[in-house]
């Protein structure tokens, strides 16, 4: 059929007007029933009339992935003051509908709702007005939902808050989701900001309080708070009087006003020009507290952080000797290094094995549980060096308090006058230092290989030159106190070093750092970076060839979920590994301390293990059997990515072969039935295990307990079970609200641990498996009970 060219123009300009429709379905701030909108890096957003204001997808910097939300159009910055309860960051593809009936409807990819504005019947049109309000109007001409009555961390102009309303901050700058600090008008007229349990959502002690509750006559307590059109926020009085917040503090002109609680706790009001300039930005109104760092339940920093006021702004550094628990959480809790023990008969010989950091001008206020009055610097120092309780001791006008860990509301000022000792064991070598990024690491005592911290993201190329960059610096260049390297190797091209020089490297193999089956670990010096060197032990009689095996197979493995080797001692008897070393320990020590980990990062470590586990069965030329997988078998690097350790001890795997016979190997706890049975072993074993950990993991309790007769008993994996059976996952995790809120990747992971555990190793599931069920790639089916088959009925089929 002959078309008329003279068309083509008509029908592209048809098909663009028709495409923006599709895209936008607004006409003057109008959003039709059934518009949508989908996350792509250029999606227009529906705009106010004004267009000042814009609701749509917002491409966060820095980070991979869209916020729904309302942002000032406008202005350079397009601060964003609206997002939905939880801050869900989505992919590429997601969708935000209007639909009637439902409201506003946000959906992943995959089609599937993650959040809604609720049931909205007889639903006629939505808009975004001139105030930053997005509203969605009924039938009837009136308004159904608005944005306004569901705040993020944001209040504007217009905008009230009555009796009973709240916000809350974020978590930090660049995470949405809900922060610690509170913003509530209470009931009785105050306005306050308190500190609150982010899994449970309970306040905890204000740290400030308006005033605006009259206890003898009601009529004077607060009943709204107003932020007018002018820009002004003030407590309206049920008689109708006003107690300002904002005074006469804002400039004249044309300007935008927002009130943030910002992720640090500090409650702000903000201006900014509507007609910028080059170089203009937010300006500070007024503020409240005016110190966060002094106030005695703000909480400013988590456990045993520090905060320092910076231009009347709070900071948050973990002290020498910690680091962040959750590295992007700079003002979260911080993770000791040393925790004192009494287990360790440390109170008879503590100047012997301890010293002190000394900080200036820092304290912990509420963390004494002994005080000495009077006390010189010496005897405060003797007395805490002594005592297995204390951490800390905190020195000032002849007067000494020690501390117990967790350190708690610590702040650091010039004016405070005060001396904080820390307490470190000597053996541990030099203890990381302060940095800005508030982790506790001093860049000199980093681990051997930075590989894993720097190179997130980078491509294989850049890994494979910037290794070959480290192993030129630290292996084959001659500086004095450097080990000299031996040109020969074992079919590697590892450095090989001489037995001397391990023996200075490791000031004659004084820090042990742990102790395993094939033998013991210790700290060194590699030139100016730190070490683990393992001392391997002649335990089995084949052990000259499973060091050759180590040697040629780990060489040639490389992956991040597993300890990098960097070099070798094979002096006859004498054989030792050189590995890189984990600053945050095993994961034993990481599950089974002093303070539980965050579910978010008990998930994360686990799937490091499986794509690890992965990589050794799968992935890599030489296919490995780890044989031993535990926690003390899983180390973290500085940024708690799981590294697995000590693979390549047991019996290689080559390509062409899938099972092996063997003596039992690993650990009790952890053992796959068929080492007890005269069956080959296959990789299922470590699938076991692997599985155990995983429990271990989810509920933070080990997996061997020991009765009154010192009998080990394994007991977890049939708590599991018994918990799965009975619905009753909050007992298994010990009501970690945390992972309870995350109730679907909880019983995803609880049930994947238990198809890992099953009797019959046909019945587990391959490690690629268990990663793809763990990320949600593929359903998992119920598990059936992993009792013990007999051994007649066992199955050695694959």
């Given at each position: 059929?002959?078309?008329?060219?003279?068309?083509?123009?008509?029908?592209?300009?048809?098909?663009?007007?028709?495409?923006?429709?599709?895209?936008?379905?607004?006409?003057?701030?109008?959003?039709?029933?059934?518009?949508?909108?989908?996350?792509?890096?250029?999606?227009?957003?529906?705009?106010?009339?004004?267009?000042?204001?814009?609701?749509?997808?917002?491409?966060?910097?820095g980070r991979d992935g869209f916020l729904l939300s309302i942002w000032y159009e406008k202005i350079p910055d397009q601060t964003i003051i609206w997002y939905p309860d939880g801050g869900l960051i989505m992919s590429t593809g997601s969708k935000v509908d209007l639909v009637d009936g439902r409201g506003l409807v946000?959906?992943?990819?995959?089609?599937?709702?993650?959040?809604?504005?609720?049931?909205?019947?007889?639903?006629?049109?939505?808009?975004?007005?001139?105030?930053?309000?997005?509203?969605?109007?009924?039938?009837?001409?009136?308004?159904?939902?608005?944005?306004?009555?569901?705040?993020?961390?944001?209040?504007?102009?217009?905008?009230?808050?009555?009796?009973?309303?709240?916000?809350?901050?974020?978590?930090?700058?660049?995470?949405?989701?809900?922060?610690?600090?509170?913003?509530?008008?209470?009931?009785?007229?105050?306005?306050?900001?308190?500190?609150?349990?982010?899994?449970?959502?309970?306040?905890?002690?204000?740290?400030?309080?308006?005033?605006?509750?009259?206890?003898?006559?009601?009529?004077?307590?607060?009943?709204?708070?107003?932020?007018?059109?002018?820009?002004?926020?003030?407590?309206?009085?049920?008689?109708?009087?006003?107690?300002?917040?904002?005074?006469?503090?804002?400039?004249?002109?044309?300007?935008?006003?927002?009130?943030?609680?910002?992720?640090?706790?500090?409650?702000?009001?903000?201006?900014?020009?509507?007609?910028?300039?080059?170089?203009?930005?937010?300006?500070?109104?007024?503020?409240?507290?005016?110190?966060?760092?002094?106030?005695?339940?703000?909480?400013?920093?988590?456990?045993?952080?520090?905060?320092?006021?910076?231009?009347?702004?709070?900071?948050?550094?973990?002290?020498?000797?910690?680091?962040?628990?959750?590295?992007?959480?700079?003002?979260?809790?911080?993770?000791?290094?040393?925790?004192?023990?009494?287990?360790?008969?440390?109170?008879?010989?503590?100047?012997?094995?301890?010293?002190?950091?000394?900080?200036?001008?820092?304290?912990?206020?509420?963390?004494?549980?002994?005080?000495?009055?009077?006390?010189?610097?010496?005897?405060?120092?003797?007395?805490?060096?002594?005592?297995?309780?204390?951490?800390?001791?905190?020195?000032?006008?002849?007067?000494?308090?020690?501390?117990?860990?967790?350190?708690?509301?610590?702040?650091?000022?010039?004016?405070?006058?005060?001396?904080?000792?820390?307490?470190?064991?000597?053996?541990?070598?030099?203890?990381?230092?302060?940095?800005?990024?508030?982790?506790?690491?001093?860049?000199?005592?980093?681990?051997?290989?930075?590989?894993?911290?720097?190179?997130?993201?980078?491509?294989?190329?850049?890994?494979?030159?910037?290794?070959?960059?480290?192993?030129?610096?630290?292996?084959?260049?001659?500086?004095?106190?450097?080990?000299?390297?031996?040109?020969?190797?074992?079919?590697?091209?590892?450095?090989?070093?001489?037995?001397?020089?391990?023996?200075?490297?490791?000031?004659?193999?004084?820090?042990?750092?742990?102790?395993?089956?094939?033998?013991?670990?210790?700290?060194?010096?590699?030139?100016?970076?730190?070490?683990?060197?393992?001392?391997?032990?002649?335990?089995?009689?084949?052990?000259?060839?499973?060091?050759?095996?180590?040697?040629?197979?780990?060489?040639?493995?490389?992956?991040?979920?597993?300890?990098?080797?960097?070099?070798?001692?094979?002096?006859?008897?004498?054989?030792?590994?050189?590995?890189?070393?984990?600053?945050?320990?095993?994961?034993?020590?990481?599950?089974?301390?002093?303070?539980?980990?965050?579910?978010?990062?008990?998930?994360?470590?686990?799937?490091?293990?499986?794509?690890?586990?992965?990589?050794?069965?799968?992935?890599?030329?030489?296919?490995?059997?780890?044989?031993?997988?535990?926690?003390?078998?899983?180390?973290?690097?500085?940024?708690?990515?799981?590294?697995?350790?000590?693979?390549?001890?047991?019996?290689?795997?080559?390509?062409?072969?899938?099972?092996?016979?063997?003596?039992?190997?690993?650990?009790?706890?952890?053992?796959?039935?068929?080492?007890?049975?005269?069956?080959?072993?296959?990789?299922k074993v470590d699938v076991y295990s692997f599985g155990v950990l995983l429990l271990e993991i989810i509920s933070c309790r080990k997996s061997v307990v020991f009765d009154d007769d010192a009998e080990d008993v394994a007991v977890l994996t049939d708590m599991a079970w018994d918990c799965h059976q009975d619905g009753r996952l909050d007992a298994f995790v010990e009501n970690d609200l945390e992972a309870?809120?995350?109730?679907?990747?909880?019983?995803?992971?609880?049930?994947?641990?238990?198809?890992?555990?099953?009797?019959?190793?046909?019945?587990?599931?391959?490690?690629?498996?268990?990663?793809?069920?763990?990320?949600?790639?593929?359903?998992?089916?119920?598990?059936?009970?992993?009792?013990?088959?007999?051994?007649?009925?066992?199955?050695?089929?694959?």
């Amino acid at each position: 059929m002959h078309f008329p060219m003279a068309l083509v123009p008509i029908c592209l300009i048809s098909l663009s007007i028709l495409l923006h429709y599709v895209a936008a379905q607004q006409t003057n701030g109008s959003v039709s029933v059934g518009a949508s909108l989908t996350a792509t890096p250029n999606a227009k957003p529906w705009l106010s009339s004004s267009g000042e204001f814009a609701f749509g997808f917002k491409q966060l910097q820095g980070r991979d992935g869209f916020l729904l939300s309302i942002w000032y159009e406008k202005i350079p910055d397009q601060t964003i003051i609206w997002y939905p309860d939880g801050g869900l960051i989505m992919s590429t593809g997601s969708k935000v509908d209007l639909v009637d009936g439902r409201g506003l409807v946000l959906s992943d990819p995959q089609g599937k709702e993650v959040w809604s504005s609720g049931s909205i019947s007889d639903l006629a049109y939505g808009y975004i007005n001139d105030t930053g309000n997005f509203v969605i109007v009924g039938s009837n001409s009136r308004n159904i939902w608005e944005s306004f009555d569901h705040p993020a961390d944001t209040l504007l102009p217009t905008q009230v808050m009555a009796r009973g309303g709240e916000i809350n901050s974020k978590m930090s700058k660049t995470n949405y989701t809900g922060g610690k600090f509170q913003l509530r008008l209470l009931q009785d007229g105050n306005l306050v900001l308190n500190t609150r349990d982010v899994f449970t959502d309970t306040p905890d002690n204000a740290y400030y309080i308006s005033g605006t509750r009259d206890a003898d006559n009601s009529s004077n307590s607060g009943d709204q708070l107003i932020f007018d059109p002018k820009g002004y926020m003030y407590i309206l009085r049920r008689n109708g009087e006003r107690a300002n917040l904002t005074g006469d503090s804002l400039p004249s002109g044309d300007y935008y006003h927002r009130a943030t609680l910002d992720s640090d706790g500090v409650f702000t009001q903000y201006y900014h020009p509507k007609n910028p300039t080059d170089g203009t930005s937010w300006e500070i109104a007024w503020f409240v507290p005016e110190n966060m760092c002094r106030t005695s339940d703000g909480k400013a920093c988590g456990l045993n952080n520090v905060c320092i006021l910076d231009n009347n702004r709070p900071t948050c550094e973990c002290p020498r000797g910690f680091s962040l628990l959750d590295p992007n959480s700079r003002n979260g809790d911080c993770k000791p290094y040393f925790t004192p023990s009494c287990d360790e008969g440390e109170s008879n010989n503590g100047e012997d094995v301890f010293d002190f950091i000394e900080l200036t001008n820092t304290d912990w206020p509420g963390s004494d549980f002994v005080s000495l009055n009077p006390s010189d610097e010496q005897t405060c120092r003797t007395s805490c060096l002594k005592d297995c309780f204390c951490a800390v001791a905190i020195y000032r006008d002849n007067r000494c308090w020690k501390k117990q860990l967790p350190l708690t509301n610590g702040y650091k000022d010039p004016a405070y006058n005060v001396k904080a000792l820390l307490k470190f064991r000597k053996f541990d070598g030099p203890v990381p230092g302060e940095n800005k990024s508030g982790t506790g690491e001093d860049k000199s005592e980093k681990s051997l290989i930075l590989v894993g911290s720097v190179l997130l993201g980078a491509s294989v190329l850049v890994i494979v030159v910037l290794i070959g960059v480290i192993y030129v610096h630290l292996f084959k260049t001659k500086k004095k106190g450097t080990p000299l390297l031996s040109s020969a190797t074992v079919e590697t091209n590892l450095p090989r070093f001489t037995y001397q020089e391990l023996v200075e490297a490791t000031n004659g193999f004084k820090y042990e750092l742990g102790k395993g089956a094939f033998g013991t670990v210790y700290k060194g010096e590699i030139g100016t970076k730190v070490a683990a060197i393992k001392k391997l032990e002649t335990v089995v009689q084949d052990g000259q060839k499973e060091f050759i095996t180590e040697v040629n197979t780990i060489a040639r493995t490389h992956h991040k979920n597993l300890v990098q080797l960097l070099g070798y001692c094979d002096a006859g008897e004498k054989r030792l590994l050189i590995y890189e070393y984990m600053a945050n320990g095993t994961l034993a020590d990481f599950l089974f301390g002093g303070m539980r980990p965050s579910w978010k990062q008990r998930s994360y470590i686990a799937l490091g293990v499986a794509k690890g586990l992965t990589y050794l069965h799968e992935e890599c030329s030489n296919q490995i059997i780890h044989c031993d997988i535990k926690p003390q078998n899983i180390l973290l690097d500085d940024y708690y990515n799981a590294k697995i350790a000590d693979f390549g001890l047991a019996k290689l795997l080559l390509i062409n072969q899938s099972r092996t016979n063997t003596g039992i190997r690993g650990t009790k706890g952890y053992i796959a039935p068929e080492w007890f049975r005269n069956t080959p072993v296959t990789f299922k074993v470590d699938v076991y295990s692997f599985g155990v950990l995983l429990l271990e993991i989810i509920s933070c309790r080990k997996s061997v307990v020991f009765d009154d007769d010192a009998e080990d008993v394994a007991v977890l994996t049939d708590m599991a079970w018994d918990c799965h059976q009975d619905g009753r996952l909050d007992a298994f995790v010990e009501n970690d609200l945390e992972a309870l809120d995350d109730l679907e990747k909880l019983t995803t992971f609880m049930m994947v641990g238990l198809w890992c555990v099953q009797e019959n190793p046909s019945l587990r599931p391959t490690m690629k498996k268990v990663i793809q069920m763990l990320e949600g790639g593929i359903e998992v089916t119920e598990p059936p009970c992993p009792c013990p088959l007999s051994v007649t009925s066992f199955s050695s089929s694959n």
